[in-house]
């Protein structure tokens, strides 16, 4: 499983060293991303560079597990009273369609939340610094964390799971 980490520098020129460590050091271009204020990121990150500003697959997937799990004890309830004539089949699609509404709405609610990173370092991108945030695991990862310290960047309190990226 990949790890995220975080990295602050003060301009674009030094993100893009830093960009370039961590991609000599083996980590793939899907896995590098850049984070900064909208301004900056308007004037001069790249549009494949830029990081997602949103909590919405995360949300996503917890809406779908919630709502899974909620319909089908819904329908393991029904199914448990007789009179309904719920059968195990019309248990699972409960189950399905709880799955599918909760997915849904944890999306939406996912798509108006800003993503952990904007979250935790708001007032490093408000001061006009450049967020690194590199995805990687095992080896590599430290190769490229050594890398990209080496360039000058400050790694920033930020290290979890990636099980999205």
Do not use: N
Not at 24 to 29: L, N, T, Y
Request: hydrophobic share 45%; net charge negative.
């Amino acid at each position: 499983m990949k790890t995220r980490r975080v990295y602050s520098t003060p301009d674009i020129q030094s993100a893009r060293t830093a960009l370039g460590a961590a991609r000599q050091a083996g980590i793939p271009d899907d896995d590098l991303s850049l984070v900064a204020r909208h301004d900056i990121e308007l004037d001069v990150i790249p549009e494949d560079r830029k990081d997602d500003h949103s909590d919405f697959m995360p949300a996503a997937v917890r809406g779908l597990a919630q709502g899974g799990a909620t319909g089908l004890l819904a329908g393991l309830v029904a199914l448990a009273i007789p009179p309904l004539g719920v059968t195990l089949a019309g248990a699972v699609a409960v189950g399905a369609a709880g799955a599918a509404v909760g997915a849904w709405s944890g999306a939406l609610m996912g798509s108006a939340v800003p993503d952990p990173v904007r979250r935790k370092f708001e007032d490093e991108i408000e001061g006009g610094r450049i967020l690194l945030v590199v995805d990687g695991d095992g080896e590599v990862g430290e190769r490229a964390d050594m890398a990209v310290v080496a360039t000058g960047a400050t790694p920033l309190p930020f290290e979890q799971p990636t099980a999205l990226s």
